[in-house]
């Protein structure tokens, strides 16, 4: 079955909202967070809960400073994630607590400047880890 979400802008301070589409990828279960979509604080959350869904894409979207925190809550069944070419500075335990079914993590093309020591720790599946092209200082 095909499962479609769109993330159209900020719905209220700290949450952004999916929006269904059953017409993109034959048989791929993602949520795609589009270029209208801004997340500039640390403590975002998604407001939509879609057990199905098993790849979620922030790509290509300058305006994504901040990971949203909780996703597992949302989307436990959670395998990709995908936040390249974005604005990231720093990725915390937050970001990942709880996706211990996350496969891939593409956080490629990004501002990063810090890695929190734990923020990976949770992520007992994870078979591929993009990283290339950041700036990390710490």
């Given at each position: 079955?095909?499962?479609?979400?769109?993330?159209?802008?900020?719905?209220?301070?700290?949450?952004?909202?999916?929006k269904r589409d059953e017409?993109?990828?034959?048989?791929?279960?993602?949520?795609?967070?589009?270029?209208?979509?801004?997340?500039?604080?640390?403590?975002?959350?998604?407001?939509?809960?879609?057990?199905?869904?098993?790849?979620?894409?922030?790509?290509?979207?300058?305006?994504?400073?901040?990971?949203?925190?909780?996703?597992?809550?949302?989307?436990?069944?959670?395998?990709?994630?995908?936040?390249?070419?974005?604005?990231?500075?720093?990725?915390?335990?937050?970001?990942?607590?709880?996706?211990?079914?996350?496969?891939?993590?593409?956080?490629?093309?990004?501002?990063?400047?810090?890695?929190?020591?734990?923020?990976?720790?949770d992520l007992i599946a994870?078979?591929?880890?993009?990283?290339?092209?950041?700036?990390?200082?710490?």
């Amino acid at each position: 079955s095909l499962t479609f979400c769109c993330f159209t802008g900020e719905l209220s301070a700290g949450q952004v909202k999916c929006k269904r589409d059953e017409s993109f990828h034959s048989g791929v279960k993602m949520c795609y967070v589009n270029e209208l979509t801004e997340i500039s604080s640390a403590d975002t959350i998604i407001e939509s809960q879609d057990d199905a869904i098993e790849r979620l894409v922030f790509s290509f979207n300058a305006k994504i400073k901040f990971l949203p925190i909780k996703v597992s809550e949302n989307f436990p069944n959670l395998q990709k994630l995908e936040a390249s070419y974005c604005s990231l500075t720093i990725i915390s335990k937050p970001n990942f607590k709880g996706l211990s079914k996350l496969r891939s993590l593409l956080l490629d093309h990004n501002q990063i400047e810090m890695i929190r020591s734990d923020a990976l720790e949770d992520l007992i599946a994870l078979e591929e880890l993009d990283l290339c092209e950041f700036n990390l200082i710490n």
